[in-house]
């Protein structure tokens, strides 16, 4: 009697009187344990490739040699557009400042503050540049691009709201300091005007400061669940 397709085993080891049915089942039991940690060890390792190979693709995806580039250009652009409001404002402020100096030179000092608070807006500029170039990291997988871009909208944020910020106070500040030198009493009006003039740059400075600590909130992006 065959021990394939058969009733139990343990009926048919009853009633055989050799030791080929207990081979047999012995034989059965040893491939199926062996198959089957077999295949779950082709299971971890499966796994294991799978789970590298995609922290891989994320750390190429998420952390490429150009994240850098985008957070040094936020950087410059901070500095640059912020400055040349500043260049811009300050000249032309300093053009109605020598004008008023020719009309009445004892209202000089109290002119003047249109070109100071130009000057302020470059300070805007080099406060953010600093604080992105200090965030820019070197190390392989350590800065991402979502950093990058984050500090690259920073910088333009801070750059042209100064820059929009020195094109008001140079327009506003030249004309009033001129009408100044001829009527004391607008002095007030004038410097309210620079002030709302100013938010506009200090506009610039919160948001970028906002998109820094967001773009530092992040971590490790590849981290495995």
């Known amino acids: 009697m065959s021990c394939a397709f058969s009733p139990p085993r343990s009926v048919l080891c009853s009633r055989s009187t050799t030791e080929t049915c207990v081979a047999k089942e012995y034989t059965h039991t040893t491939m199926v344990q062996l198959v089957n940690r077999y295949t779950l060890a082709l299971a971890v390792i499966t796994a294991t490739l799978v789970g590298g190979a ?13 994240a850098g580039f985008f957070g040094g250009l936020g950087a410059a652009c901070a500095l640059i557009f912020a400055n040349m409001g500043s260049a811009y404002g300050t000249a032309k402020a300093g053009c109605g400042v020598a004008h008023m100096g020719v009309m009445a030179p004892e209202r ?11 000057g302020i807006l470059g ?7 600093v604080i992105i170039n200090n965030n820019i990291r070197a190390e392989d997988y350590k800065y991402s ?4 871009y984050m500090h690259l909208g920073a910088g333009v944020a801070a750059g042209l709201a100064s820059l929009g910020a020195g094109l008001a106070i140079g327009i506003v500040g030249d004309t ?5 030198g001829k009527q004391e009493k607008i002095f007030v009006a004038m410097i309210l005007m620079l002030i709302f003039g100013e938010a506009l ?12 600590n967001q ?5 490790d992006l590849c981290v495995p669940t």
């Open 54 to 66: 995609s922290v891989a693709d994320c750390l190429k995806k998420n952390y490429p040699t150009s």
């Open 108 to 118: 000089i000092m109290r002119g003047v503050v249109p070109v100071v608070m130009a």
């Open 123 to 129: 300070i805007y500029g080099l406060i953010v540049a």
């Open 145 to 148: 691009s979502f950093s990058g």
């Open 176 to 180: 009033s300091v001129r009408a100044y």
């Open 201 to 212: 740059g200090l506009y610039g400075l919160i948001i970028a400061l906002l998109m820094n």
């Open 215 to 219: 773009a530092n909130k992040f971590g």
